[in-house]
């Protein structure tokens, strides 16, 4: 065999080699990049829409997201279902946005202890419920391929500043003597107004 019939062979084989392992690869589902970015939580294998895994969704300051398992009561059931589920998990974000708020007001302005801000956000959590996001709607709803039902239920930036400031204000009143630990110059509503405002982060 000569030089060059050589060189054409180790070519050839290098090109074989190649081919099965793309093969191999296709089969095992080894090429990660084919894997989804989210799935159905009830359906691993199934693609979902990327609001399913906590994606932020234009127009929503606030969400969370609820399920509801596959029911012979039909689809309006199932999406009551998952939407009052939505509501209890969308109490704990509203939490945490509120809380956020208040860090974030504590961080600009330096007015109160690392102590006194734990108590605030502890008597602000507790004010904080489903039944207390009366302007929470569904912004988004799915069902996977094997019958489950999944709602997005949010709050718009308005709303949600709106229900801040609202909660705010009735802690205030609760707790007096914490708030009064913060500027003291301001009235209860300017200060729960300004802190209303703050952006929390991550949301």
């Not at 793309?22 to 970015?37: L, M, N, Q």
């Not at 906590?54 to 059931?77: I, L, Q, Y």
């Not at 109490?91 to 860090?103: L, P, R």
């Not at 996977?144 to 718009?156: A, E, F, I, T």
Request: glycine content about 6%; hydrophobic content about 45%.
């Amino acid at each position: 065999m000569t030089a060059s019939h050589k060189r054409n062979a180790v070519v050839l084989s290098a090109l074989a080699l190649a081919l099965t392992a793309c093969s191999f690869g296709a089969k095992d589902g080894g090429d990660s990049r084919a894997a989804a970015d989210c799935v159905f939580p009830d359906s691993p294998k199934d693609a979902a829409p990327a609001w399913i895994c906590d994606a932020p969704v234009e127009g929503v300051a606030v969400s969370a997201v609820g399920a509801a398992n596959k029911s012979a009561a039909g689809a309006s059931f199932m999406k009551d279902q998952a939407a009052a589920d939505a509501r209890v998990k969308l109490a704990q974000q509203m939490k945490v946005h509120v809380n956020n708020m208040i860090k974030q007001y504590v961080e600009t302005t330096g007015a109160a202890s690392s102590e006194t801000v734990d108590k605030v956000n502890t008597s602000v959590s507790k004010l904080i419920t489903s039944e207390t996001l009366s302007g929470s709607r569904v912004f988004r709803s799915t069902v996977s391929p094997k019958g489950d039902m999944y709602v997005l239920v949010g709050l718009d930036p308005t709303v949600a500043k709106e229900a801040a400031e609202k909660v705010l204000k009735t802690s205030m009143n609760n707790e007096r003597a914490l708030w009064q630990q913060f500027k003291a110059s301001k009235s209860q509503d300017e200060l729960a107004a300004e802190i209303a405002k703050m952006k929390a982060d991550g949301q």
